[in-house]
């Protein structure tokens, strides 16, 4: 007979027991996962939902062909590579397993709709899920009732959820860590343990903070032969001198951003800000402040977010730069805070006058703002005037370096203690290296490939620190004040400057102490840093404009300004 197994000269019940047989035997994968990483590294529920699942199969006389095992992730959403592995070969055309078994539908998803939707994508490929615990059937009511169960696996979760927030919330609050991915410049320490929970807090590491401090100086100021430098100098410097990111990757300009605009780095670290899924920012009102010692100066963090600003070229148009019109980008609307615009108009005599005008004002109409206009060369000529009479003379430029010598004199102090930190690391390198050595060297213990490891990593460690204290050294700031007679240099030099010479050069000198020129009805203020006058004073202000950003094709043929 074809298509049967039949043996002649037996018996109708013992051939019918033969072709049985021959039945094909259902092929299963297990599907295993935990939530958290805790969960996978304490090695109990992954095993228990293992031993439990090949039961199933014994008991069913299914064969557990494979299994995936997906420690500490998440359910909510699909973003699992074990669970994408699993997807992608039940659906493959060979067809290698019947079902998929999971402890229970929470196991699979915690979202309904995405659970039903690879149910059905599964029963496309002819593939089963199959729950040991919830065992239900295809039929209507059974469906509904998965569905059902899926919806308060749902439900449980972002229950769940809540209470985590809730808890981590009132642990930044108390100033703990909670475990964030922690900044460069940083370590974080157990400070205590409540129960089985330690508790941890941020403090400075001293090497990788003198990366930080060295990456915040040469965007402010530079290496001291040349003025700040850009995020992509930067990066290419600090690869090059070998330094590395926190997970030890090379520095990128998106990475080098980050750290120039982390507010971590003056002591303010913010819990809770954006939704850890979505990534979008939540209200002010939720932010949980946690206090954190900081590396940079506030006043030198502040400058960095100015520099930033103003380099970004969505902000600073090319006319800033480059345009014949001084105060350009400095002066501003006192009402509505838009910028003064250059306009003309021309007299009955033919006469060409030129105003500084308010920008808002001329662009949507007098609703935004009443506006003001100014003539350019009585605005231009009222800041020079008075920057020369009574900012860039002897007596106000002592006045304000001794109103900064407090400060120069708490950072030189912190400076030292930055160093004595390093040195006592230094010297606590060198003294396991000495312990190391002397145990070899007395035949208490041999080399081998662990003790090669050891070395070379206390090697390592002892360069790096090394590094950061060359650095310390070489960037302390003094702590004495600045000459009389350089006081009086500077500010001679400053009022010839801007009292003749090309437009271009003035703009650049202007800018290097004026932040804003606020122009009012009745009254003009002139706004400015003492932070700025002293770099300026010092030589570390850069006095000349800087190569446009969004110029991409500047010196591509090395034929010029080399």
Not at 229 to 237: D, E
Not at 288 to 294: D, G, I, M
Not at 311 to 338: D, I, M, Q
Request: with cysteine; hydrophobic share 40%; proline share 4%.
């Amino acid at each position: 007979m074809a298509g049967k197994r039949v043996q002649m000269g037996k018996p109708i019940k013992q051939q019918q027991d033969i072709e049985a047989s021959f039945v094909p035997v259902v092929r299963a994968v297990a599907y295993l996962r935990v939530s958290t990483g805790r969960q996978a590294e304490s090695d109990l529920s992954i095993p228990d939902q293992r031993k439990q699942i090949a039961a199933f199969c014994l008991s069913k006389g299914w064969r557990l062909v494979d299994e995936y095992v997906e420690p500490g992730a998440s359910a909510t959403d699909d973003n699992r590579p074990e669970f994408q592995r699993l997807m992608e070969r039940a659906t493959d055309g060979d067809h290698p397993f019947d079902v998929v078994l999971v402890h229970s539908y929470s196991r699979f998803f915690r979202d309904s709709f995405a659970l039903e939707m690879y149910v059905r994508r599964l029963a496309k490929a002819d593939v089963r899920l199959v729950s040991i615990t919830q065992e239900l059937g295809d039929d209507p009511a059974q469906v509904m009732m998965r569905q059902v169960i899926a919806l308060f696996d749902e439900y449980q979760s972002k229950e769940n959820a809540k209470h985590v927030l809730r808890a981590m919330k009132e642990n930044a609050r108390q100033g703990f860590y909670n475990g964030s991915p922690v900044p460069l410049g940083y370590r974080a320490v157990e400070v205590e343990r409540r129960g089985n929970k330690a508790k941890k807090q941020l403090e400075i590491d001293p090497v990788e903070a003198e990366t930080v401090r060295m990456i915040f100086r040469l965007y402010h100021s530079g290496d001291g032969q040349s003025g700040p430098l850009g995020t992509k100098a930067i990066v290419t410097r600090l690869n090059a001198m070998g330094e590395r990111t926190k997970r030890g990757a090379r520095f990128g300009v998106g990475t080098l951003h980050g750290i120039l605009t982390n507010r971590t780095y003056i002591g303010e670290l913010t819990f809770n800000r954006r939704d850890s899924r979505t990534l979008k920012a939540k209200p002010a009102s939720e932010h949980v402040s946690v206090s954190v010692p900081a590396i940079i100066d506030r006043d030198e963090f502040e400058a960095v977010q100015s520099m930033l600003k103003v380099r970004n070229p969505k902000v600073t148009p090319p006319r800033v730069v480059t345009g014949p019109t001084l105060l350009t980008g400095l002066a501003t609307c006192a009402t509505c805070g838009g910028g003064m615009t250059l306009r003309t108009g021309t007299s009955k005599n033919g006469t060409v006058h030129r105003y500084y005008t308010c920008s808002n004002a001329a662009r949507a109409g007098k609703s935004v703002c009443a506006g003001r206009s100014i003539r350019m060369d009585t605005l231009d000529d009222l800041v020079v005037e008075h920057l020369s009479d009574r900012l860039l003379t002897s007596t106000r430029l002592s006045e304000i370096l001794a109103a900064i010598s407090a400060g120069r004199a708490a950072k030189a102090a912190e400076v030292d203690g930055r160093i004595i930190r390093l040195q006592a690391d230094l010297t606590d390198i060198e003294t396991r290296l000495r312990r190391v050595y002397a145990t070899i060297e007395d035949g208490i213990a041999e080399m081998d490939d662990i003790l090669r490891d050891r070395i070379a990593s206390l090697k390592l460690d002892r360069e790096r620190i090394q590094a950061s204290l060359d650095r310390a050294r070489t960037h302390a700031v003094p702590a004495s004040d600045i000459p009389p007679a350089v006081v009086e240099e500077f500010g001679r030099m400053m009022r010839e400057n801007i009292a003749s010479g090309d437009v271009q050069f003035l703009k650049a000198y202007i800018q290097a102490v004026v932040d804003q020129v606020d122009v009012g009805d009745k009254h003009v203020k002139i706004i400015g840093s003492k932070a700025a006058i002293h770099q300026a004073m010092t030589g570390n202000k850069k006095f000349w404009p800087g190569v446009r950003s969004f110029e991409r094709k500047w010196r591509t043929r090395q034929d010029s300004n080399l």
